[in-house]
């Protein structure tokens, strides 16, 4: 083995694995053996009319709901296995934009972009005053 290849580090392929899902709501079926592998380092967007379940979807993978049956793990970890602080730790982690400018409407903008910092971090009030405002110069 070269020297370039022992530094490797043995990361899965896809961040995300769905398989074999199936969902339903009020006994209508959602998913119904459902497979995704969401590849590692890409930006991947999750498309359809309305009603044809996205939003279910982001809610199965970030453990919010959780399937009837199959699989789902999140960088190698089954998310139906994870309790409330991994939950957390994994959600920090990650980064979804719904359609519509995604803002919180009862917000600014300066409050939105502050959200994510008063939320995640224990900044002190002037430094986030300070980050917002230079993120929206």
């Given at each position: 083995?070269?020297a ?7 990361y ?8 074999d ?18 590849p590692?380092?890409?930006i991947?967007?999750?498309m ?22 199959g699989?789902?793990?999140v ?19 990650m980064g979804?934009?719904?359609?519509n400018?995604a ?8 409050e939105n ?9 224990n ?15």
């Amino acid at each position: 083995m070269s020297a370039q290849g022992s530094m490797k580090q043995n990361y899965p392929e896809s961040i995300v694995e769905i398989r074999d899902v199936v969902f339903s709501r009020d006994e209508k079926p959602i998913f119904d053996g459902l497979n995704i592998a969401i590849p590692r380092g890409k930006i991947t967007a999750v498309m359809g009319p309305s009603g044809t379940g996205k939003t279910t979807l982001l809610r199965l993978i970030t453990g919010q709901l959780t399937p009837e049956k199959g699989h789902i793990s999140v960088d190698g970890q089954d998310v139906a296995t994870m309790g409330r602080e991994q939950l957390f730790a994994m959600r920090r982690r990650m980064g979804m934009l719904f359609q519509n400018g995604a803002l919180l409407t009862d917000l600014d903008v300066f409050e939105n972009v502050a959200f994510p910092l008063r939320e995640h971090t224990n900044l002190p009030e002037k430094l986030i005053r300070h980050i917002v405002l230079t993120k929206l110069h």
